[in-house]
């Protein structure tokens, strides 16, 4: 290794150092990475791959990803008015199958397999849609004869779609547009086990030079009583998330609804009280026409993930100064931050891309802040390509612990019914421990998974310490019993079992159980008027 290849990994090694020596490292933290298919990004690494090819590039993608300590991921299913499942509405997208509308031969349904490829491996899978926009380009002849944009006869066509620069995208101001999209989703959601629905940045378009929207029209013929087509605009946003949020709740209520909003909503000079200090030439609120903070004040969304790709002290738009702003508008909502691994060592108009540490200090800026509650990367390839050893990084200093996804107490009418630990046993090498649990009486009570703590000594300890949290069992346990092959023989153990419902929250913990480890297997300490002896 030549000195300035070893100068920059002590840098690095000391940097990490520093991080994790002055934070503890949470156990409930959202780990999460942006999962592309349009134009290929991430998955599958070409269109048109045998399925089997598809399975073990995406089952490869997620061991990846579990082994750096992801809990979750966010994959795009429906890139440009497509999709990656069998749909009655929705072409299949030619990401997968090189054209448009042709489906896998031999036929399989890979929403359905990269759903249980996930959850084997305890990581959530959430839906990653893109609502409006139609194509990817201007070529019309290649789209599926069952697309709108080919189906429709031309003068519907007039009031579904608009070109802008070169795409086309579903018309926001239409009705029928609104009810076809929330339609979309409603597939998914009662076919498929998600654990969440994904809108990302793209609702009206990102302005181009020398184009303007072509909605007057519409907006002279229905203005709803708005004076500015602004507002207008965003009302018909409000009214698509709106309308999404209900179906959603109305038929899994513990599916999450959430958004990745470009991250800056409106700068302070746009908006002196509420915006924050920024000099971003495009917002969300004033270009996309996306009111997030309204719909995180309505309760439309359950979460936001911002996409602040922005490095910390970069002028325009400081990451420090927008985690911060966004933390505060909340309301009550999980906040989960989007980072830019794709810039790592890959941007030139920002010499703090280059820092191996940069990543690291964003990340511990979230988790100094209160109201974060986890990190989403954009986006996969670049994690595994390793630049500037971020996935180094990550493994060994952000997320060498295991940690599930934080609850959302506020969807979940009960915790899950607590476990109790009904049997000790076990063998020469292992400690085994058997629980159930009673009065279940709402789905909400129903465990979905369980977390096993093991304290040394005869009691309690510390539950946020992660020493202390052995494993969390597979969602779907259908066998309710552990095996601890990591107690030593002679020793003292305290365990406790706490259940986790599909919400993420969690139960009143077990009552705590003594063992100790023996040459035979495991003792269990017996209770004598409420005291252990």
């Known amino acids: 290794m030549s000195v300035r290849g070893f100068l920059a990994t002590f840098f690095l090694f000391f940097c ?111 839906a990653w849609m893109n609502p409006y926009r ?57 076919r498929y086990d998600i654990d969440g629905i994904h809108f990302d940045d793209y609702f009206y378009p990102y302005k181009e030079p020398n184009q303007m929207l072509q909605d007057y029209n519409d907006f002279a013929a229905d203005p709803r009583g708005f004076v500015k087509i602004e507002d207008w605009r965003r009302d018909n946003v409000d009214r698509l998330i709106e309308g999404v949020s209900k179906m959603i709740k109305g038929i899994k209520p513990y599916v999450r609804f959430g958004v990745s909003p470009f991250g800056v909503w409106r700068n302070a000079d746009q908006d002196p009280i509420n915006g924050s200090q920024t000099r971003a030439g495009i917002t969300c609120y004033d270009d996309l026409y996306a009111d997030v903070v309204k719909w995180l004040q309505n309760g439309w969304i359950d979460y936001v993930a911002p996409q602040i790709y922005w490095s910390i002290g970069f002028g325009p738009a400081d990451y420090e100064i927008l985690i911060d702003w966004w933390s505060k508008r909340t309301f009550g909502k999980h906040l989960y931050a989007g980072h830019a691994a794709y810039k790592i060592n890959n941007f030139p108009n920002d010499p703090n891309w280059t820092k191996p540490d ?26 595994l390509r390793n630049p500037l050893g971020v996935q180094d990084s990550i493994i060994n200093t952000l997320f060498p612990n295991q940690s599930r996804t934080p609850g959302m107490a506020w969807l979940s009418k009960a915790p899950p019914a607590t476990p109790q630990i009904c049997r000790v046993g076990g063998s020469v090498s292992t400690v085994k421990l058997a629980w159930h649990a009673c009065d279940i009486g709402i789905p909400d009570e129903n465990p979905y998974y369980f977390a096993i703590y093991r304290f040394d000594g005869q009691s309690v300890g510390d539950f946020q310490n992660p020493r202390n949290l052995l494993t969390y069992t597979p969602f779907y346990t259908e066998k309710w019993i552990f095996e601890d092959p990591t107690a030593a023989e002679g020793e003292y153990y305290t365990y406790v079992v706490i259940a986790y419902n599909r919400y993420n929250v969690e139960s009143y913990s077990s009552d705590p159980v003594v063992v100790k480890k023996t040459k035979k297997g495991a003792k269990k300490k017996k209770k004598f008027f409420g005291f252990l002896f």
């Open 358 to 383: 940069e990543i690291n200090r964003q990340v511990a800026l979230n988790r100094n802040n209160g109201m974060v509650q986890g990190s989403l990367f954009f986006s996969a390839k670049p994690l």
């Open 16 to 126: 990490s150092f520093s991080v994790s020596a002055q934070q503890p490292l949470p156990t409930a933290e959202l780990r999460g990475v942006w999962i592309a298919t349009v134009a290929n990004i991430d998955w599958p690494s070409m269109p048109g791959l045998p399925p089997e090819r598809q399975q073990m590039e995406f089952d490869s993608l997620l061991d990846v990803l579990k082994a750096m300590g992801m809990n979750a991921v966010f994959v795009q299913i429906r890139p440009a008015g497509d999709a990656f499942y069998p749909s009655a509405v929705v072409p299949w997208s030619k990401y997968l199958t090189g054209q448009q509308g042709l489906a896998p031969e031999p036929m399989y349904d890979p929403l359905e397999y990269m759903i249980k490829s996930a959850h084997s491996r305890r990581m959530e899978f959430h």
């Open 134 to 190: 139609a194509s990817f380009d201007l070529d019309t002849a290649s789209l599926a004869p069952n697309h709108p944009l080919r189906a429709l006869p031309d003068n519907r066509k007039a009031g579904w779609f608009f070109r802008y620069g070169n795409r086309y995208y579903f018309n926001p101001a239409s009705a029928l547009v609104r009810q076809h999209l929330i339609n979309v989703v409603r597939e998914v959601v009662v």
